[in-house]
């Protein structure tokens, strides 16, 4: 290292330094960058622990902290007081000691009352200046001490502690006393009084009586304080005593206490070192009764998101409170007798141009009196006090100072040495284990809640995962005794002092070759002879490097590598099986034979690989509701195939369930294929799960372990929910990144937290926030008002929107348990029956139909059913509505309309079945409908989008909990003309468990047969892959790659993607859109690929998955965007097969454009 030398002022004054880690043996590259300043600066002083005022002819003491240039503590250096605001400039020299400090008593004898400036200088000479140079400095410390105002000669002193002190441990604060006979008599006994403050709460009281017969007027007593979690981090200290003649003397202090809780919590790994798979002992300390938190992460995951994780400083910030001073409202402000503006004191305001005053017309501006007082101690801490005490410094009324509020610094206007102000900063192994093999690599490997019984100890019996790796763990408790408390965080290392590790991509494209790479590591004190086997397999092709199959010699701290050529040939997920053993080999290791344990003479490493097939998948799902009801219900099912199907790519099964919600309760954290990472998206996880409870818990089917499990996702939903929540109580997609919170999502979060109350915890005023700001946005007519931006597909584009939009929020207050007679649901009535009878959109008359259904005004309601009933479209036994009148009635079996057509026809069912009692006519009618919606629905339970799947899954509750009734038996029977034969049984017993068969036979046609009394929900699902399909014509795409260095094809390397995407279709603009970027075989997004696309336009959100790259966009219109990024190779792959890109209408999935990109070297 050496020391820059810079020879002018043009040269920044910055470096950026490029750090590029390559990993011997695998190529493995990892690279950094930082931005380092070069300072000008030499060294620093600051003063510590002192006091910002003085006493008048009594001793002044502190200290001055020196450091260099890199921070480090200046020893036996030697430094420069100086002295200004006396007659004369004096100066003393002082040396620092081991810790860099110089301490100094001063002399305020000849002070004389007056303000005095003190720094702290290096030298005392300037550095000299060189204009080929750039100038050097030293950072001096600033202190302006202010005389203390006090009418007794007597005095009080508080010694400060320095450095933090520790929670619980007593504390002996010194207090130094000086007494003028004048204020109290020898014999008397003198009352000092203390204060101690933390959080702006007074914490402690107390007094301290002192004889002075015994004692004398002079000397010194000491308290013994003892801090805690209410007095951390910055408690204050005041003592004062009075006087019988009226004389106050009093002193404060701050002290630096460590961020402790009430409830000491700690843990504990024992041993704090284990080999992989084997058991370790937890041990957890608490207060008795604690519910603990536990968790335990591999290392990494805290490196890469160390501003997650909890820390005492992190919990103290959630909880701001007051630091002293006074409120403006009980401030005390001083005014000066006089009634001409120019004999006023300046203010702490802006003056006030002059000419703008007259002598009849005087503006009162509040002063405050400068210098220190008794009183000043007590408003510093908060303290209000009420005294006749001469604790005050008279208002000084005369001009001796005048203001420059430009420069903030105080000028004498009667000579002397002038000096600019500036204020000091205040206080502020080998083991005799056997092998095992190692196939169990989490990153979260502790996620549990343990209760503390009496003793308040506790301890788990867990077992190492496989990793080889140092695991974080912590843990948070909270007890109605002893409140909150936070164990530092420790470490368990996982380790084996000879292990093998693995290289390899999370997927291929069958077809694809890759390098597999494995390392062998020895930390042993010895040489080994090692040799590492790959295990053969029918699912890959391997290719054997040279040196693959021989013996090593590996000597300590030393790492061997290996590889293979691998080529995938089976789809799925493919384990890669690795054994290294030592052997006993009569070579010599660098003249020594190996060395070879009795035990543990190999380690044997299993991973897995996912064998993707080519092109993009196709997922189709068959929905039939069969209800034999005493005879024979059949359904024929085809299962055909395009064309172009990749081999091998197709699977196709049937799954039975005896209810219809039976799907949705099995996947309730997986109801839709699609990403979920904003405030709207994040609800499809959290309100259906709500009507499921309602339906199971109606109809006596909710058993301990499915509300165990759904409340568990309810509560994950709620508090995920709440980041996107404004300060004004609104709710949005991206929360306070969005500017304005959003009315109809505010609706939807307010109602779900609404209903979700009987299920789990919602703190009311998170509701009663919402509907505040809703109220606030209601317009004179009743109607709402947009704000913010609309994500909803059907309330947009037409004149519909506002009478849609105040629809949707009056039916969501009305499923609130709100009644007709709540201001805000009868005002939002007033503006739908004013415009109910002009609405010409179907969804808009779907939902008015609910809406006025759930406030009970039926002639309005049947109204409008009666013109949606001459809009239907039937089909069989089934009845829907299209937003689209072109639509054909014999639509394809398999699920494929749009999503507002799902949401539009479960309102209309919503509507019939909120009416109290149904006719037999009218619950046809519903079950028609619910034939057609169970025909939409996709393989796991939900619908294509996030509000259909919300609207529909609502309705099909409420129709299941309308029409419910015991199960009866029904048998089914599945067949094909190749002989394939299968049968179900569905009871009561097995109502709600999901039975499910492989078809074997694709393509072929097979005929369901139902028998029995009950109902059966049966899905028939085909999956198989496609090239991409020609683009339907909604969205313009296209991908420019830069051309990449191909020189050295061996060796990982980067690609820059650039993204040209429009939209194209019949609207002015898309809604939300996704650009899903499926990453090449061994490729990923470089490291701050998510913020620099978040500074790009129109990007609201960017999520990174194993093999995806999700791009958030808030919209798409007729202007093309550009998104330019890059994709780093972490694994070498040959043979790339096409990677596709896509981008799609989250409320529309069924607009969507996709294409391919390849690597350009291939």
Sequence with gaps: MSTFNLTGYLYSHSINIVATVVEEGTGVEANSTQDIYISSQIGSMTFEDTSDYYYPNFPFTGKIRVRGHDGSFLKNHRVFLMIFGINATINHTLITDDDGLAYFTLDTVNWNGTGISLEGRFQMEDLVYNPEQVPQYYQNAYLYLQPFYNVTRSFLQIHR???????????????????DPADANPDWEITFSYYLIGKGSLEME????LNSKKKGLKGSFSLSLTFNSRLAPDPSLVIYAIFPNGGVIADKAHFSVEMCFDNQVSLGFSPSQQLPGANVDLHLRAAPGSLCAVRAVDESVSLLRPQTELSNRSVYGMFPFWYGQYPYQVAEYDECPVSDPRDLPQPLVLRVAEERWSRR???WRPWFSKGRDLFSFFQDMGLKILSNAKIKKPVDCSRQFLTDSSEH????????????????????????????????FPE????????????????????????????KAVTFCTSQSSGFGLSPTVGLTAFKPFFVDLTLPYSVVRGESFRLTATIFNYLKDCIRVQTNLANSEEYQVESWADSQASSCLCADEAKTYHWNITAIKLGHVNFTITTKLLDSNELCRGQKGFVPKKGRSDTLIKPVLVKPEGVLVEKTHSSLLCPKGKVATESISLELPGDVVPDSVKAYITVLGDIM??????????VQMPSGCGEQNMVLFAPIIYVLQYLEKSALLTKEVRSRAVGFLEQGYQKELMYKHS????????????NGNTWLTAFVTKCFGQAQEFIFIDDKNIQDALKWMAGNQLPSGCYANVGKLL?????????DEISLTAYITAALLEMKKTTDDPMVSRGLQCLKNSASSTTSLYTQALLAYTFSLAGEMDIRNILLEQLDRQAIISGESIHWSQKPTRSSDDSPWATLEAVDVELTAYVLLAWLSKASLTQKELAKATGIVAWLAKQRNAYGGFSSTQDTVVALQALAKYATTVYAPSEEVKLAVKSAENFQHSFSVQAANRLVLQQETLPNVPGVYTLEATGQGCAYVQTVLRYNILPPKNVETFSLSVEMEKARCAQPTSPRSLTLTIHTSYVGSRSSSNMAIVEVKMLSGFSPMEGTDQLLLQQPLVKKVESGADTLNIYLEELNKKTQTYTFTISQSVLVTNLKLATIKVYDYYSPEEQATIQYSDPCE
Excluded at 410 to 427: H, T
Excluded at 450 to 466: Q, W
Aim: glycine share 12%; hydrophobic share 35%.
């Design 206 to 209: 107390g007094q301290k009586h």
């Design 662 to 671: 039976g799907t949705a309760l099995q996947n309730l954290d997986n109801l």
């Design 361 to 363: 017309s005087v503006m």
């Design 409 to 440: 610094r105080e000028v004498p206007i009667d000579g002397g040495a002038v000096r600019p102000l500036a204020f000091g900063s205040s206080p502020s192994l080998m083991s005799s284990e056997d092998s095992q093999v190692r196939q169990y």
């Design 728 to 739: 004004n109580g609104s709710y949005s997609a991206f929360g306070e990144m969005d500017g």
């Design 161 to 179: 502690l320095s450095g933090i002190l520790q929670c619980g441990q007593p504390q002996e604060v010194l207090v130094e006393y000086h007494i």
């Design 792 to 800: 909803h597909t059907a309330m947009k584009g037409g004149v519909d």
């Design 444 to 471: 979260t490997w502790l996620w549990d809640l343990l209760p503390i019984g009496n003793s308040g100890k506790e301890v788990m019996h867990v077992t190492v995962p496989d990793s080889i790796t140092t695991w």
